[in-house]
């Protein structure tokens, strides 16, 4: 039975390896992050600790200042201790994991290895970050002890953000290393593991690349500009928006080339070797440091007045952006198809110049992965997986197969002279019509069968864990199934999940329906987020029509709708992801308890918009920096009330659920799940754990607030932001009735504060802010640009 990783190294302080740090910290591991003694130090330098440990450092702190953040919350940051490879060797002796991630040659890693060898312990797992050497070639000289605990832990950046890891076994590497390191990968960080084998580039990249390239040396055969092929390579292929140029813009031009050069370097029997040969205008790209975002242009660039500019492949020069309006158009249609699946049908299908491209480099895609089954992995599914996780793919490969028809699209190949694998033909002989099977098998190619698909229990979807045939509740705008173990659960189904009055006529029956029949209830949205809030279309109609009693029934339906999840007598579980600002924060707020994903964006933003929070979230956000406070303990409150102000008035948005609890929007005990693919399950789980613990509801609370003076000092303060020009006349008028509100009222310093008082304050406020003139202004014009307007 192995010890879990507690302690971790990271050798190598560059992007990487900072953020495989950072990650670990994350995950709540102590972490040494050591980098080589920066060569040519002056001899008094020389004998600096701070100068000695300078990468480290940098790399530290790059990390900490990066945008998007590495870290969950900067405090994390204290987990990590810096140092360097000449002095502080020794103490790897107590690490649990050790993770390479220096320069990519052979020499360096050989030299390296041979030194921990001599200092970790004997159950130390060493792991490199390696894309392109060989196992076999890294570890020569090294004891059968060392080989039997190394593997590659093949991270993809940024680290946080990127779900994929490739784990890679040598032919000496002991199946318990390989299962230890894959249970830390995926249950403390949070990582979609795929399987690869020992050959360049493993998985993703090989396969990633290859599609990249592809349509690069397609778009010069076909005389098309870059933006016609980022126009048909991203939305409409099921590909992230920033396709494929834009993708080499942030990923780093020199990184794609240091890749595909790898590869054509390695990879001399490939059949399409040539693919990876990089076009001679992207080397000179390199040599001219054009190298996308780190260096300000790359394929695009920003020109002096803000609009994006084209690096025209044959002069090499910046141009106006351009490219074929047809393709444009066709591919703006197409990308408005909301499922994945009828769109890429529909794109294929077409016969224009869009339509023609994308089934090329499509189908070359589609059967150069076939080709590589066998070869850097046996399991179609490990594609597929690795370039969702890896390259945010909404469909791999197999499964792109599979929504085209898998019959359909050999033929097609065939016809077009694709070259296929004969595992193909041989898979047609069975009878089989698609990759994926509706009872949960996937054909393997190796074996030439259908196999059951090996599926985590946790990543169980909705779908999956509705019983019945129908939902217990439903309405237009949510409805709630049966979740097995008790559990009911909630899901909105407007846009956006935004919030409307049938979401909150389902939040109160939803919670009278638990009580009476569950012992929980979680709320259990789907989509790209949890809930952006309330539907702003709404009220700024009514508020346009002068329809305060609409509004103001629209507010306190609201307001009551939380209340009644609060003081539920079963437990209310929130499960927020991506998103979860304005009304869905304020959910989360009035639910009982939260499991959050560990990427959701919370914040009250209602400011933006003219308004105040108006679901209660005024008041619940107050009480809970009040929760914080022993009974009896001398606490001026209106240091908790500016605290409050500041988060909602300057639009605070936490940028992780960790950082969340930081700003006091999720209790500290809130849970928090790394890996989204599992947060219905542990949401479910943590619902079913808290009803069985003895679940009570809390007790409504009173609290003296500063009242009158309150108010008086935080109009003082937002009268020296108007006088020093950081904000306007109207921002003053929000703060105003933000500051009456939090500060109890003018009497709310006499007496005690009720919840429902609260409410009514939160309410009229609200209200009144509808009526004027530039409140409804900011609110047309969020709806029409989407950004805020400052009035």
Same mark, same amino acid.
């Given at each position: ?35 080589? %003694? ?79 060898? +001599? ?30 605990? &190394? ?5 993809? /950046? ?31 960080? =949070?990582?979609?593991? %795929? ?22 040396? !397609?778009? @010069? ?21 920033? +396709? ?17 050069? /790898? ?28 190298? =996308? ?16 500019? *084209?690096?025209?492949?044959?002069? !090499? ?87 085209? =028809? ?36 996937? &054909?393997?190619?190796?074996? /030439? ?5 090996? %599926?985590?229990?946790?990543?169980? *979807? !909705?779908?999956? @864990? ?70 702003? &279309? ?61 990427? *959701? ?9 003219? !308004?105040?929070? =108006? ?26 009330? *500016? ?30 799940? &790394? ?93 009144? @802010? ?22």
């Amino acid at each position: 039975m192995r010890k879990p990783i507690r302690r971790a190294a990271v050798i190598g302080a560059g992007v990487m390896g900072s953020g495989i740090a950072a990650h670990l910290a994350n995950a709540g591991v102590e972490v040494l992050l050591i980098d080589i %003694v920066p060569p040519n130090l002056k001899d008094d330098e020389s004998k600096q600790r701070a100068a000695r440990d300078r990468f480290a450092a940098s790399g530290l702190d790059k990390a900490i200042k990066a945008r998007p953040a590495a870290f969950y919350q900067k405090d994390r940051a204290r987990l990590v201790s810096i140092g360097n490879v000449a002095d502080d060797l020794e103490k790897l002796r107590s690490v649990d994991l050790v993770v390479e991630a220096i320069i990519e040659q052979l020499e360096p890693k050989r030299a390296l290895f041979e030194k921990l060898e +001599a200092v970790i312990g004997s159950d130390c797992v060493v792991a490199s970050n390696t894309s392109g050497l060989r196992i076999a070639d890294m570890m020569k000289g090294r004891s059968e002890s060392f080989r039997r605990r &190394f593997l590659v832990m093949h991270f993809f /950046n940024p680290v946080r953000y990127m779900k994929l890891l490739e784990l890679v076994a040598g032919p000496d590497t002991a199946p318990e290393t390989l299962e230890h390191v894959r249970r830390f990968g995926e249950d403390a960080l =949070g990582k979609g593991v %795929v399987f690869g084998k020992d050959t360049p580039n493993f998985i993703g990249n090989r396969i990633g690349v290859h599609a990249m390239l592809t349509g690069i040396h !397609l778009m @010069l055969e076909d005389g098309l500009a870059p933006e016609d092929v980022d126009a048909i390579t991203g939305e409409p292929l099921g590909h992230p928006k920033s +396709a494929s140029f834009r993708t080499a813009d942030l990923v780093g031009v020199d990184t794609l080339v240091h890749v595909a050069a /790898n590869c054509h370097a390695s990879l001399v029997n490939d059949e399409d070797r040539k693919v990876f040969e990089v076009p001679s205008y992207i080397g000179a790209m390199v040599e001219k440091k054009l190298l =996308g975002d780190k260096t300000k242009g790359g394929f695009y660039k920003k020109g002096k007045d803000g609009a994006v500019q *084209t690096l025209d492949p044959k002069t !090499l020069e910046y141009r106006a952006r351009g490219g074929d309006k047809a393709i444009r158009s066709v591919c703006k249609e197409i990308s408005g198809i909301e499922d994945v699946r009828e769109r890429l049908r529909k794109l294929v299908a077409d016969q224009s110049k869009a339509g023609q491209f994308a089934w090329k480099v499509l189908s070359r895609s589609l059967a150069y992965s076939a080709r590589r089954i066998g070869e850097i992995t046996d399991d179609v599914t490990a594609i597929d997986d690795a370039m969702k996780w890896g390259y945010n793919w909404d469909l791999g490969p197999f499964e792109t197969w599979d929504a085209l =028809g898998f019959d359909a699209v050999v033929d097609r190949m065939k016809k077009d002279g694709v070259s296929l694998p004969a595992s193909i033909d041989k898979m047609r002989a069975t009878g089989a019509k698609s990759f994926y099977t509706r009872d949960g098998r996937v &054909f393997d190619l190796v074996k /030439n069968e259908y196999t059951k698909r090996t %599926v985590d229990p946790r990543t169980a *979807t !909705l779908t999956v @864990l509705r019983q019945g045939a129908a939902p217990v509740l439903k309405n237009d705008g949510a409805e709630a199934w049966d979740l097995g173990g008790g559990v009911l659960g909630l899901t909105f189904k407007t846009k956006a999940n935004s919030i409307d009055p049938d979401v909150i006529q389902m939040i109160h029956d939803s919670v009278a329906r638990a009580e009476a029949d569950f012992r929980a209830l979680v709320i259990a949205n789907q989509g790209e987020h949890f809930c952006v809030g309330a539907n702003l &279309f709404l009220v700024v109609s009514a508020a346009m029509q002068k329809e305060w009693d609409q509004i103001r029934s629209l507010v306190q339906g609201f307001q009551l709708a939380c209340q009644r999840m609060k003081y539920a007598r079963v437990p209310v579980v929130a499960a927020p992801y991506g998103m979860a600002i304005g009304g869905g924060l304020e959910v989360c707020l009035g639910a009982g308890a939260v499991q959050a994903a560990a990427e *959701t964006y919370a914040g009250l933003v209602e400011v933006g918009v003219g !308004l105040i929070p =108006g679901g209660g979230g005024n008041m619940n956000l107050l009480w809970r920096a009040f929760e914080g406070v022993p009974d009896g303990a001398a606490v001026d409150p209106y240091a908790l009330v *500016t605290q409050v102000f500041k988060n909602i008035v300057m639009v605070r948005v936490a940028t992780s659920a960790e950082e969340a609890k930081a700003f006091g929007y999720f209790r500290r005990e809130a849970g928090v799940t &790394f890996d989204r693919a599992r947060l219905l399950s542990d949401a479910r789980s943590r619902a079913i754990g808290l009803a069985e613990s003895g679940w009570h509801p809390p007790a409504p609370r009173a609290h003296v607030l500063p009242g009158a003076s309150g108010i008086a000092t935080v109009q003082m303060m937002i009268g020296t932001l108007v006088d020093a020009g950081q904000a306007s006349a109207h921002d003053a008028k929000i703060g105003s009735k933000l500051a009456e509100v939090l500060c109890g009222g003018r009497g709310g310093g006499a007496h005690e504060v009720t919840e429902e008082h609260m409410l009514e304050l939160e309410r009229e406020a609200f209200v009144s @802010l509808c009526g004027e003139a530039k409140t409804q202004e900011r609110m047309q014009f969020m709806l029409t640009n989407n950004k805020p307007l400052r009035n």
